[in-house]
């Protein structure tokens, strides 16, 4: 009987260390989809994938060791988005500012999703986390100054109801 065939090695795997530890991936290759449109969302920044339960504080009569701290709800910080200013028609500038200026009820439907992908160097999906319901809360640019050369940033915090993390393993 010949001896049975090694498992094909998947081309995508991550390599671990020659050690065998496993290397945590880094954090600059990341997409960022509108709707599920890359069009005008290249970020340099995203930050406020942030969750945490509030809690209650319950008395409990004759016990003086402790005090109960009860779940109650989640809350999610607010989403900042940071790049550099687009010059060019924006699809998603056009949305802040519709939403900025107009107000979301006037837009019928202003709220988005927002799909945030950290990538492999095949540009291959290895976490993304889906943003629910955001809206624009600030758009905020940075100074203009004759004596720098920086380039100019736009900000944009938005606020949400929710986040899913998806993983996945297969391109790690």
């Known amino acids: 009987m010949p001896p049975a065939a090694a498992p094909a090695k998947d081309p995508r ?5 020659a050690d065998g530890v496993y290397m945590p991936p880094p954090v600059f290759a990341f997409r960022v989809d509108i709707d599920g449109a890359e069009s005008d969302t290249s970020f340099q920044e995203v930050s406020g994938l942030e ?4 809690t209650e504080d ?3 009569g004759g016990q003086n060791r402790y005090v109960h701290r009860l779940p109650t709800r989640t809350k999610y910080s607010n989403l900042i988005l940071k790049r550099g200013v ?3 028609g924006s699809a998603f500038g ?3 500012s519709r939403a900025l200026s107009a107000g979301l009820v ?3 439907g202003g709220a988005k999703t927002i799909g945030i992908k950290l990538v492999n160097e095949k ?16 758009w905020e640019h940075t100074p203009l100054n004759a004596m720098g050369n920086d380039v100019l940033i736009e900000t944009v915090e938005l606020t949400y ?12």
Do not use: M
Not at 123 to 138: E, I, M
């Open 51 to 54: 969750v945490q339960f509030e």
């Open 123 to 138: 540009k291959q999906p290895l976490v993304a986390w889906n943003v629910f319901g955001a809206y624009p809360l600030r």
């Open 161 to 172: 109801q929710f986040f899913q993390r998806q993983n996945f393993p297969q391109a790690a």
């Open 13 to 17: 795997e991550r390599p671990l260390r």
């Open 86 to 88: 687009v010059t060019r």
């Open 94 to 96: 056009s949305w802040v």
């Open 106 to 108: 006037q837009q019928g």
């Open 58 to 60: 319950v008395i409990e």
